[in-house]
């Protein structure tokens, strides 16, 4: 059963607007970690926050997490067509095992 | 040249055929993993292993098995293929002390 669950499962906008992703989960973890996939590809690590961090960043990506909500999101500022693809939270539990959500898929026109 | 490597990258194949995916790294890591992917379920981990003599089951790890030739190889197999092994087939690996997974390209298995 996956862990985590990404909302929402679709999201459009347009070029040079914000994205924000967000996922929940249900148990403990160590670690929170995003994941992006062009189409059909391999996925391709973002970012990781732990579990005692509240907010990180990395270029245009900005992740907060609430352990006390058991939730992250995940901010893509000043979106570019590029960035059009599928994004995965993951949460990692104490077995260090990656546990995979579904996935927001995001489209960003130009 | 890439850092994790999947082999067939496309495979079609029909009900009761033995397959097998093969996953190669040249990143030096201990742990390496696979998972299948199916539209709208994201990934699912069907085996995992932590070092040579260490396999673990996942998620759904019934009608595959796996073999980690060594460090940089890690096969998984279809003993007998069925229509709903149908899926994008990732291989992943990590190391001792690194939390992020590195992903292969997937090998997209039909199974008619």
């Known amino acids: 059963s996956q862990q985590g669950e990404e909302d929402p499962q679709a999201l459009s906008i347009q070029e040079g607007e914000n994205a924000t992703m967000n996922c929940s989960y249900k148990?403990?973890?160590?670690?929170l970690q995003w994941y992006r996939q062009n189409s059909g590809r391999g996925l391709v690590h973002l970012i990781l926050i732990r579990s005692n961090e509240r907010e990180k960043h990395s270029g245009r990506l900005r992740v907060t997490l609430d352990t006390s909500k058991k939730s992250s999101s995940l901010l893509i500022t000043a979106s570019r067509a590029a960035d059009t693809a599928s994004y995965f939270c993951a949460t990692e539990g104490s077995n260090y095992k990656l546990t995979f959500g579904k996935g927001t898929l995001l489209t960003v026109n130009p | 040249d890439a850092d994790v490597t999947q082999t067939p990258r496309n495979r079609i194949t029909k009900t009761g055929k033995r397959i097998m995916l093969e996953c190669s790294q040249t990143k030096g890591h201990d742990r390496m993993y696979w998972y299948r992917q199916d539209p709208g379920l994201g990934l699912r981990l069907i085996y995992y292993s932590f070092d040579v003599k260490d396999i673990n089951k996942g998620e759904i790890s019934d009608g595959y098995s796996v073999s980690r030739q060594a460090q940089a190889k890690f096969s998984l197999s279809l003993e007998s293929a069925i229509p709903n092994q149908t899926a994008l087939y990732f291989c992943?690996?990590?190391?001792?002390?690194?939390?992020?997974?590195?992903f292969g390209p997937g090998t997209r298995l039909t199974v008619l």
């Open positions: 148990t403990s973890i160590n670690n």
């Open positions: 992943a690996t990590s190391g001792r002390t690194v939390d992020t997974q590195y």
